[in-house]
């Protein structure tokens, strides 16, 4: 990583691919994915940590990516809701969402997948309780948790099903 007074140079992986990008030193990595890479995917509202709406994953880890340095991603691996769905085929994590219709406005729902994806892989077999305590940090304003609930556990029980 390299360095000047207004920008810095910072590689990552963003979805697989390698990335190179110079950015401010305060740029945050959800505007980095949005404004510079496309990937819109990743929604912004609280930019305080509370809504989850930029969650992504960051070499195995949930991260709300409104808090999170672009420069503090120098060599890391992310991966956004773009980044789930292999060749037109939803990820398993999308088909549960789709399926039980775990959304409304679906402004949440890109934080609420990533955030998903992340619980299941620590926890194949939550309970109702622990769904909701894994996903107590991403907010829905349409209020639609119970179908959301309904979305977690059937991608629970498919992934269990398949072997993940
Ligand atoms: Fe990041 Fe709300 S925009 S937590
Ligand atoms: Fe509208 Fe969650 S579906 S905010």
Known sequence: MTSSPKRIDVTLTVNGEPVAA???????????LREQLGLTGTHIGCETSHCGVCTVDIDGKSVKSCTHLAVQCEGASVTTVEGLASKGVLHAVQEGFYKEHGLQCGFCTPGLI???HSLLDQNPSPTELEIREGLSGNLCRCTGYGRILDAVQRVAVARRGAGA
């Open 114 to 116: 990533m955030a998903t």
């Open 22 to 32: 110079s950015v401010a030193p305060r740029t945050n990595l959800a505007d980095l």
